[in-house]
């Protein structure tokens, strides 16, 4: 385990957590050289899915308004980084059942910190597989057509919906009693969510309790804007409903809403474990 060396000065109380933040960032991310095969997640698996999909999928369905790979890109975008919460409940579990985080509650340092810090090192791991799959994409061609402020734009919606997941990863190796039920749960609720949307077909011809569920799915309005945004094929029905005609400002109030649930029951949950 790393030795972590806390700031001795006295500071201010938001300065103060600040640099607490800063150190336990760079204790989970201290861990990457020595275990590679933690980026596994970020790096060889959106390659997989580009590769697989692209190939696979794109020889047998025809987007309206341009070709498969482009539409396919942003649902690989999404469903990478929904998958980073699965990752993100493991670390935390670890940290819990190793005893790491006992050593941390006897230091008078804020304990949003030790949280903060975590999802802030995955957001950063995060990032690495945006620009994976980014130059995977550009080799199958896919390319963003739109403006670069529309392209920062939909970079942004990206880092933002993978912080999102990264507190509900956080808040799910809070709750769970093992490694594999972190996996598990976390494979169940993301895998359906991911294929029930858009990401990786068109949705005009999904039966209705399918179309239902996919229009008001989060990944859904997520992937749209990305699409939106690149300027990449985008058939929306005529018939869709408010999330599927207003993508980005759904995404941003879908990832508003995750973020305050995840975040918010985290802290909670850590104080309850903390006082336990």
Known sequence: ?????????????????????????????????????RLLDVTVQPIMFVLLFGYIFGSAIDVEGGNYREFLMAGIFIQTLAFQSMTTAVGVFNDFSEAVIDRF????????????????????????GIVVMAVCGLIVGWAPHGSFPETLAALGIMIYFAFAMICLGTLLGLLVRSVGTAQTIGFVLIFPLSFASNAFVPI????????????????????????????????????????????????????????????GLAVWRYGARSRS
Not at 206 to 227: G, K, N, Q
Not at 233 to 258: D, G, K, M, R, Y
Request: aromatic fraction near 8%.
């Open 1 to 37: 385990m790393s030795t972590v060396t806390l700031p001795t000065a006295q500071r201010g109380g938001l300065l103060k957590t600040f640099d607490e933040i800063g150190v336990f960032i760079w204790r989970n991310l201290a861990h990457i050289p020595r275990v590679p095969e």
């Open 105 to 128: 509650r006897a230091l008078p340092i804020s304990r949003i910190s030790i949280l903060v810090g975590r999802a802030v090192a995955s957001l950063i791991e995060g990032f690495l």
């Open 204 to 263: 005009d011809n999904m039966p209705w309790v399918v179309r239902f569920i996919t229009d008001w799915s989060p990944i859904t309005p997520v992937v749209e804007a990305l699409r939106e945004l690149f300027g990449n094929p985008n058939p929306i029905p005529a018939n869709a409903p408010w999330p599927l005609q207003n993508a980005i400002e759904a995404s941003l109030l879908w990832c508003t809403v995750l973020t305050v649930i995840g975040l």
